[in-house]
């Protein structure tokens, strides 16, 4: 196997990463990032009102085809075990267009995660004070605190940074396993047959083809997030054997923790039908209090809170990362600025400040419907940036123009790339199917909407940035002649 190397003198632009992470703190920098927590809480209300509490056989289903994304990308990570993940593979791939655009699709996509992610978890600390009606503005200032914090711990890096992450792990280890153990042996309400009923959505074929894809498209966000570790690749100690085990053990980890809170959750459900009318907007915060009293209100606050900062800090990790490897192949506006590495632990400051000043600005937008447009690529933005490397595995593989000999996973990445290719397909179909969920139509066609918007800007800087006959090489000194031979036959 010919492993890519980065340059590794010290001039401003080709500064080599230093190596910070192991196989366990980068495990736990995805795990942080996927946060079961989070992806619960995200998605439980939604998927019971939409499918009844039969939508929990959405979580197995997506975890199933999420294991064999993954395990493309366990691949990938061994064979490029470069900064910036999802966009340094498509470089890799097919070319640097193609990279370049893979990378926009992520970043924008990550740094709308971290904006959502802060004005999330702003009510549950100003709840935890007593304050349960905060003004928008309040919670807006909040969220910009919580930037703050994240941006700071990022910036000093190293070990300031893994040991947030332990924290984060051991809080979200406690309260998904904790709570979903308590609730499935000592608190459960409903019988187990609960989870094969509709709720009144729908029956047989018409509730798989209906009611119950909302719920499939939604639950994509629980299990995303696994390739933070990758996105640092470069910072990781024997990357090409630590980042394939790190995905993947932090997806099925987590994956596991999602379906047990959730499986004890629904069990636990005090008054099934006020859920399901939607009488009862929070059921997961009613649930804990019938089952372990008022105090558990509180609790429950404080961990959500470190349940999406943990995993604002993380997402803010990988998108700085994905930015400073564009601006070191030299295709970004303000790169020599943006790929820079500064102070001993060779940290991408300007590109962290970067995803602080954007996200900051956003913050501020949150009552607006444009907002909530962005809002809608967000998650979208992951899954079309993990498609894009993975199609351009699918067409190397077709053409036999790649060679994965002595990569992890190797024996059955023809199967993983085949399958990855077809459930993300049908995702992003579900994803971008336009759904009345909100009075205002363009809301509800508001996923093709800002993948037209962001993609035709996209597409024009990228055209600026490499007009006709710009080179193709890679910034950190991957084979000129296999980029360049790929993105010719693209």
């Known amino acids: 196997m010919t492993e890519t190397t980065v340059p590794l003198d010290d001039s401003p632009l080709t500064r080599q990463p230093v190596k910070e992470f192991g196989l366990r703190s980068a495990f736990a920098l995805s795990f942080a990032d996927l946060s079961p927590i989070v992806g619960i809480y995200t998605v439980f209300a939604i998927g019971i009102v939409a499918a009844g509490p039969a939508f929990l056989w959405a979580f197995p289903l997506v975890l199933v085809g999420q294991l064999f994304v993954c395990g493309v990308f366990g691949n990938l990570a061994s064979r490029w075990p470069l900064q910036g993940s999802v966009y340094a593979w498509s470089r890799e791939l097919i070319g640097r267009r193609f990279g370049w655009l893979t990378g926009w699709a992520y970043m924008w996509g990550l740094t709308l995660a971290i904006v959502v992610l802060a004005l999330a978890a702003s009510p549950y600390l100003l709840g935890a004070f007593g304050d349960n009606a905060p003004a928008q503005l309040t919670t807006e200032l909040v969220a910009v605190g919580f930037l703050v914090c994240g941006t700071a711990v990022n910036l000093l890096g190293g070990r300031t940074l893994k040991t947030l992450i332990y924290v984060a792990l051991a809080c979200e280890l406690v309260a998904s396993i904790g709570i979903g153990i308590a609730l499935l042996i000592f608190d459960r309400v409903n019988s187990l047959s609960v989870i094969f009923n509709g709720g009144g959505t729908a029956h047989g074929a018409h509730w798989l083809i209906g009611p119950f894809l909302l719920p499939v498209a939604y639950i994509a966000y629980s299990f995303i997030g696994f390739e933070a570790s990758a996105s640092v690749g470069e910072e990781v100690h024997d990357a090409n054997r630590a980042l394939p085990k790190a995905v993947m053990y932090a997806l099925a980890f987590g994956g596991v923790l999602v379906i047990l809170a959730a499986a004890g959750l629904v069990l636990a459900i005090p008054d ?219």
């Open 272 to 490: 099934m039908p006020a859920v399901l009318s939607g009488k009862d907007t929070n059921p997961i915060a009613t649930t804990l209090e019938h089952s372990f009293g008022s105090a558990a209100g509180r609790v429950t606050l404080v961990m959500l809170v470190v349940g999406f900062t943990s995993s604002m800090i993380a997402v803010q990790t990988a998108v700085s990362r994905a930015i400073w490897a564009s601006a070191r192949d030299k295709a970004l506006p303000g790169g020599a600025l943006l790929g820079k590495l500064s102070g001993r632990e060779g940290m991408p400051r300007y590109a962290i400040g970067l995803t602080f000043v954007v996200a900051c600005v956003l913050v501020f937008f949150g009552t607006t419907k444009v907002f909530a447009l962005l809002v809608s690529f967000a998650s979208f933005g992951f899954i079309l940036s993990y498609y894009m490397p993975i199609v351009g595995l699918a067409y190397r593989r077709l053409r036999r123009s790649i060679d994965l000999s002595g990569t992890w996973g190797e024996r059955w990445i023809g199967i993983m790339t085949g399958v990855a290719v077809v459930w993300l397909t049908a995702e992003i179909v579900n994803l971008v199917w336009p759904r009345a969920v909100y009075s205002d139509w363009y809301l509800n066609w508001g996923v093709l909407i800002m993948t037209g918007v962001l993609g035709i800007i996209g597409g024009l800087l990228c055209w600026r940035v490499f007009p006709g006959g710009a080179p193709v090489t890679s910034g950190t000194g991957a084979p000129a002649a296999e980029v360049t031979a790929a993105e010719d036959a693209a």
